[in-house]
């Protein structure tokens, strides 16, 4: 069967990368990016694209109806720094965004749906190490119970509906295609622009505030790996833990010396970001994805390093 895929948050962090991943794959026009905002020039420029609000019901019918997807991928969120600023809006958009989406897609028989979940979806009594699957979940973000009420509503559509919905947990993502914006995680990206702009840095995460993080290529090979895993093989529709690699803004900062020995790190204090970071898991336990879909990370801290300078170097 030929796909037509629909990606809604498509100028996004994880959007920008996955478009492109998606026309190698399926070509150019299966793959109709979609966004609040006009796209960047390599997304307007390889394929089809919609203006698309995902909180505007008619016109996002208009959408499934047009162009009758077979896979949906909705990428459209607040993450958790923002989240804490603008709180209902954050709500409104992260569950009715999905509302609409897993309704549409029901009505209109999409295939298979993405929704992304995220590591935000623990909170300060879940294990800190190697947090499992299934523990205590109490997040105290916006953002983190936008994303654990997510999974529910994604499992409940699933069970009730027979809805293909697919999820990963993210951890902290990053990638030199496009910026993140709004999240927590957020340093392990700027922290590589300002140290080739100018060769220091201020973390707002304290030097030994671990988290779980991945690199940009890893996580889209995730994405589409559990999108294109047999339906039978998936033992989780809420959203699959996947660790990444953990580490601190000190341990990165010692890995971007090895290649730029003049880098400078300095550390702010009182950031309400920290907070955050110190309610989440500082690694995690991904056991179900290697299991039901194979899932095997290849990026370690060194690649990420090294890929991130040298990609940046020609961009900056
Ligand atoms: C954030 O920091 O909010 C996101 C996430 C971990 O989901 N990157």
């Known amino acids: 069967m030929s796909e037509k895929i629909l ?6 962090q994880i959007g920008t990368e996955l478009v492109m991943a998606l026309r190698n794959i399926h070509g150019s026009d299966s793959v109709i990016a979609s966004d609040i905002n006009d796209p960047g020039y390599a997304i307007r420029h390889s394929g089809p694209y919609e203006l698309v609000n995902v909180l505007d019901k008619d016109n996002l019918h208009h959408i499934f109806d047009k162009h009758r ?19 209902k809006i954050a709500w409104d958009l992260n569950m009715t965004g999905l509302l609409h989406i897993l309704d549409f897609a029901v009505e209109f028989k999409t295939a298979k749906v993405f929704w992304p979940s995220s590591i935000a979806v623990f909170g300060p009594n879940s294990p800190q190490f190697h947090t499992p699957q299934y523990c205590v979940m109490d997040p105290n973000t916006v953002y983190g119970f936008s994303k654990l009420a997510g999974e529910r509503w994604c499992e409940y559509y699933f069970t009730k509906h027979g809805l293909d919905v697919r999820s990963i947990r993210y951890p902290g993502l990053i990638g030199w295609r496009a910026n993140p914006g709004g999240g927590t995680t957020d340093y392990a990206v700027h922290i590589f622009h300002e140290a080739l702009k100018k060769g220091k840095y201020q973390s707002f995460l304290s030097a030994d505030t671990a988290l779980p993080m991945m690199y940009m290529d890893d996580a889209i090979r995730a994405t589409i790996t559990l999108m294109d895993a047999p339906a039978d093989e998936l033992t989780i529709r809420s959203g699959y833990n996947l660790a990444g690699i953990s580490f601190t803004p000190a341990q990165l900062t010692a890995e971007i010396q090895k290649l730029m020995p003049g880098f400078e790190i300095s550390y702010a204090e009182n950031d309400p970001r920290q907070a955050i970071a110190d309610s989440w898991p500082k690694s995690i336990d991904d056991g179900y994805a290697q299991r039901d879909w194979g899932w095997k990370l ?19």
């Open 7 to 12: 990606v809604i948050g498509a100028n996004g």
């Open 69 to 87: 997807p077979t896979q949906v991928y909705l990428l459209a969120a607040i993450l958790s720094a923002v989240g804490e600023q603008k709180p």
């Open 298 to 316: 290849e990026y370690d801290l060194a690649d990420i390093t090294r890929d991130m300078l040298t990609n940046l170097k020609n961009m900056i």
